[in-house]
Nanobody
Framework: QVQLVESGGGLVQPGGSLRLSCAASGSIFSINTMGWYRQAPGKQRELVAAITNGGSTNYADSVKGRFTISRDNAKNTVYLQMNSLKPEDTAVYYC??????????????WGQGTQVTVSS
């Protein structure tokens, strides 16, 4: 069994910062790409940022220059530092990871989601 547990969401004023964390645990042989997605009410889930196990990153245009994704491979944890937050960043943020649980095939795993609300 593999679990992804997110933390760090909350309410913040425009211009503020939040840091999300997501820790993977359980039967993990290796982790490939880890990432953050978000889904706002009435909208489709979208990729926010992703990072490979080698450290290559990819960002949505809407967050470039404001958000930074990083990971600690020793802790099987991925982070999302969010600065200069805007009301349009309000969404449920989901952690995603491509994990080989020892059977030789990578599968997608998702966290339960954490609410981020940007409002004055």
């Amino acid at each position: 069994q593999v679990q992804l547990v997110e933390s760090g969401g909350g309410l913040v004023q425009p211009g503020g910062s939040l840091r999300l964390s997501c820790a993977a645990s359980g039967s993990i042989f290796s982790i490939n790409t880890m990432g953050w997605y978000r889904q706002a009410p009435g909208k489709q889930r979208e990729l926010v940022a992703a990072i490979t196990n080698g450290g290559s990153t990819n960002y949505a245009d809407s967050v470039k220059g404001r958000f930074t994704i990083s990971r600690d491979n020793a802790k099987n944890t991925v982070y999302l530092q969010m600065n200069s937050l805007k009301p349009e960043d309000t969404a449920v943020y989901y952690c995603n990871a491509e994990i080989d649980d020892g059977l030789g095939t990578y599968h997608d795993y998702w966290g339960q989601g954490t609410q981020v609300t940007v409002s004055s």
